[in-house]
């Protein structure tokens, strides 16, 4: 059987943690998303993309899938550094997107507020185009596109990423955000663990209305059977999806994954984003 692999869908940005980055990280943040706003809106691409745009906000979806030869054409290096540091681009492209929206959307028509939105990627990959048997470690921390057959899916269950609480003895609210491997951020995981006192020792009680959850899924997939070397079993991997991810899958399809391949420790191999 194949080393175990997770796979993470969702690439969600989240504002607190930029906010906190020292300012250079900040800059470039702000650079790149820039870029990428641009390409959306002003490049020669642009009717594309805002048209993409409106047809998704119309649609109430909440992911965009630029084409990466699109984006090589306009910019070659910054598709070569979303392909070779997509934990440092990938993020940029999030908050790039929402600018876009901000300009392209009618604020009478679209309700955008609130909302997370996310960048999905297609196109030529090159020597990144692998399937489970040829993932390796010089992989990691590269975005990838795998293609694969789904042979197993899991219940979609919802994953706590902010837990807000009540203390009926100071009658104050305290908030808690978690981080496991499927992260896009620097910091490392958090504590899965609830906490049931504050820092005075006096009760919590959690108020589940005003926590925030995420959809989440475990599917496995396999490596297509006409490519298995003959009298070889073929390889397989489990894939974590996340928010509009879940559900879009069956056992029998055939898929193309694109993610980022992640070391995630605890005898694991990877991931996916």
Do not use: W
Request: glycine content about 6%.
């Amino acid at each position: 059987m194949a080393d175990l692999c997770r796979v993470y869908s969702d690439i969600s940005f989240d504002l607190a943690i930029a906010m906190d980055a020292p300012n250079e990280a900040d800059t470039q943040l702000r650079e790149r998303a820039r870029q990428f706003a641009e390409f959306l809106v002003s490049s020669e691409y642009s009717e594309q993309y805002r048209n993409a745009i409106t047809e998704m906000l119309n649609a109430d979806r909440t992911r965009l899938i630029v084409n990466l030869d699109n984006l090589r054409d306009h910019s070659r290096d910054f598709v070569d550094n979303i392909l070779r540091d997509p934990t440092n681009y990938l993020p940029a492209c999030d908050t790039g997107l929402h600018e876009a929206i901000s300009m392209v959307s009618d604020p009478t028509k679209h309700d955008t507020k609130g909302k997370v939105f996310n960048v999905g990627f297609a196109g030529s990959f090159g020597e990144l185009h692998v399937s489970p048997r040829t993932l390796r470690a010089t992989h990691l921390s590269k975005m990838v596109s795998l293609e694969a057959i789904v042979t197993r899916c899991s219940l979609v269950r919802p994953k706590m990423v902010k837990s807000v609480h009540f203390c009926p003895a100071t009658n104050r609210f305290t908030s808690r955000e978690y981080r496991d491997g499927t992260s896009s951020s620097h910091l490392p995981p958090t504590s899965s663990i609830t906490p049931q006192q504050d820092e005075e020792g006096n009760p919590l009680q959690i108020e589940f209305g005003l926590s925030t959850f995420r959809d989440h899924q475990r599917i496995s997939v396999q490596e297509m059977p006409e490519r298995s070397p003959a009298g070889q079993l073929p390889r397989s991997i489990d894939v974590v999806l996340d928010d509009d991810l879940v559900d879009s899958c069956k056992p029998g399809d055939r898929v193309q994954l694109v993610g980022v391949y992640r070391s995630i420790g605890g005898g694991g191999t990877g991931t996916f984003k």
